[in-house]
């Protein structure tokens, strides 16, 4: 009896089991449909939904390495499941780590988990996985390389330099491993070995001429410029038309203060055939800044802008630079009228009318900015950026309704109503928290304008209603809270508030004539003469330097000087 109850048993065991294995067959089938198809999704692009195919793959087969290795990567980018915790994402690693221990001759996906090891700073997991890869996989010296990074990012410098030899070992010396073995040496201060490290690498190869231009480098960064001087000189004589030789020597005489032989060599570089439009461009859009920073030079500059404008005298990049030049330099008539070739070329790059009314706004031009804003609308749907020179425009023009027009659509964009006042309610600071700086910065300046078109129209109270809306979004905004203080003190208002937005004004933005002389005004307006002198003194000191030419100035300085008796 015990016996038959025994093999009972058994039978009923053992389909039990055989009833679970089916049951895990038929889910690990359901498993890899799902893995396929969120491979067919991401083949084409559609990451959220591929995303949820692995997932579900994985939830329904957790032994199946592929789908946690495929889904624990994607769960790195998706911030729904994980809100991107440290502790989320190392469980997501782990997930990828079942994979890659399970099949470490898988080349791309342990130099794939190691990279992501590595950015979460778990280095000493990227290096035991390089490490045990490359024991099995000797042939794949990328690992080598990948292997001597984390290293050096584990703080084990030597060792890194001791893996990057055995890499050129089998690959030969280049000039990438070799600058990787100088950084990790200088920073360790092993000037010596960094050193004998770039003259090893010259000697392998003499006739290179980017192994000497690093030598240079070298050179340059411990001190010794005769030998700088040198090995520029060598790559020149190895290489005479390369254009990173040109720039190389470029920078030493800038460094020498030798003025001359530095535009000889900008001047070569910008005739170089190596160099493609764009690199010419950054090339001389450097130098340029740096002369106009150093020494304000308009004549070299000028000479050294005509090469490329007589090898790419129809190029649109180009005239944009040129336009920028003019401009950097004081000539916005120059600026306008060059920048109008580059539109008549690109009618429909959006940068180009930007540029172009801006330059009408500063030349007070305000009737052609109104019109440009209309010639460019027939090309292109303008951006916020363009309306809002367009407001500022029809500001200037007195066509107030025009103004206010853009400025609300600008905030009705943005979802806040237009006209409302803000005050700090519920909803509203939602709104505000939700922004970045650059979001609360764009919100602030248009209320800021509509302050300032307001004041304008005759409305201070209007006004004044915006400037607090462009303060709550933007509680530093510079311009508003001068714009704000002067015209509180035109009104005779809360001279002390004014007061205090003034100084706050100044402090944000140090040495600006206009903030100080309403700073000036408002101590005037409070009785305070004789500091109100010091702020107008200084107002006037900084805009004759700055060549700012605003008469209110002199008009507020006779009028402090009069109440001091002078």
């Known amino acids: 009896m015990k016996k038959i109850e025994l093999r009972r048993i058994f ?18 089938e359901k498993a890899r449909y799902y893995f396929l198809q969120g491979g067919v999704e991401a083949a084409n692009k559609n990451m959220e939904s591929a995303y949820e195919y692995f997932k579900k793959a994985y939830e329904l087969d957790p032994e199946y390495k592929d789908a946690a290795f495929t889904y624990g990567n994607q769960r790195l980018f998706v911030r729904t499941d994980t809100l991107q915790s440290e502790a989320e994402l190392l469980r997501s690693l782990r997930l990828m780590q079942q ?50 990074d984390s290293y050096m990012r584990s703080g084990h410098g030597r060792k890194a330099i001791e893996t990057l030899n055995r890499y050129e070992g089998i690959e030969g010396k280049s000039n990438e491993m070799s600058l990787r073995k100088i950084t990790i040496m200088m920073n360790e201060r092993d000037t010596l070995s960094a050193v004998q490290e770039v003259e090893s690498l010259v000697s392998s190869n003499p006739r290179d001429p980017y192994s000497r231009i690093l030598k240079g480098n070298l050179y340059e960064a411990i001190g010794k410029m005769d030998s700088v001087f040198k090995a ?39 005739l170089s055939e190596e160099f493609e439009l764009q690199d010419k461009l950054g090339i001389l859009g450097d130098y340029l800044q740096k002369l106009l920073e150093e020494s304000g030079n308009k004549a070299r500059g000028d000479h050294l802008f005509s090469v490329l404008m007589e090898q790419y005298p129809h190029e649109p990049d180009v005239l944009d630079m040129s336009a920028r030049y003019s401009a ?72 107030y309704e025009e103004g206010e027009k853009v400025l609300r659509s600008l905030l009705k964009d943005e979802g806040l109503e237009s006209g409302e006042e803000i005050n700090p309610s519920y909803d509203l600071k939602l709104k505000r928290d939700s922004l970045d700086y650059e979001g609360l910065v764009w919100i602030s300046s248009l209320y800021c304008m509509l302050g300032d078109l307001y004041y304008k129209k005759g409305e201070p109270k209007q006004a004044f209603e915006e400037y607090e809306n462009s303060l709550y979004f933007l509680a530093d905004n510079a311009l508003t809270l001068n714009n704000y203080a002067y015209f509180l003190s035109e009104e005779d208002m809360h001279l002390e508030k004014a007061k205090m937005m003034s100084k706050h004004a100044m402090e944000l933005v140090e040495n600006n004539p206009t903030y100080l002389d309403t700073y000036a005004w408002i101590l005037y307006k409070l009785g305070d003469y004789k500091e109100a002198m010091e702020y107008i003194k200084k107002a006037l000191e900084l805009a004759e330097e700055q060549g700012d030419e605003n008469d209110e100035y002199q008009k507020h300085y006779e009028a402090i000087s009069t109440k001091l008796g002078d």
């Open 328 to 399: 950097a330099k004081g000539d916005f008539e120059g600026a306008l009228e060059t920048i109008g070739y580059a539109i008549d070329m690109d009618p429909t790059n959006e940068r180009y009318w930007l540029m172009l009314m801006s330059y009408d706004l500063t030349e007070q031009k305000y009737e052609d900015a109104v019109k440009n804003y209309k010639r460019a609308i027939e090309h292109l749907e303008p951006s916020s950026q363009l309306k809002n020179l367009y407001a500022m425009a029809a500001s200037m023009l007195e066509n």
């Open 11 to 28: 039978a009923f065991f053992a389909f039990i089991v055989f009833v679970v294995l089916i049951g895990r067959a038929i889910e690990s």
């Open 99 to 148: 994979y890659v221990d399970e099949n470490p001759k898988d080349v791309y996906a342990v130099q794939l988990y190691g990279y992501l090891t590595t950015a979460l700073d778990t280095i000493d997991e990227s290096i035991r996985v390089y490490e045990r890869t490359y024991e099995l996989m000797p042939t794949e010296t990328q690992l080598l390389s990948v292997l001597a």
């Open 232 to 270: 520029y000189k060598d790559a020149e004589r190895l290489a005479p038309d390369n254009g990173a030789v040109k720039m190389s020597l470029a920078n030493y005489y800038r460094a020498m203060g030798d003025s001359v032989m530095l535009d000889n060599m900008i001047y070569e570089a910008l």
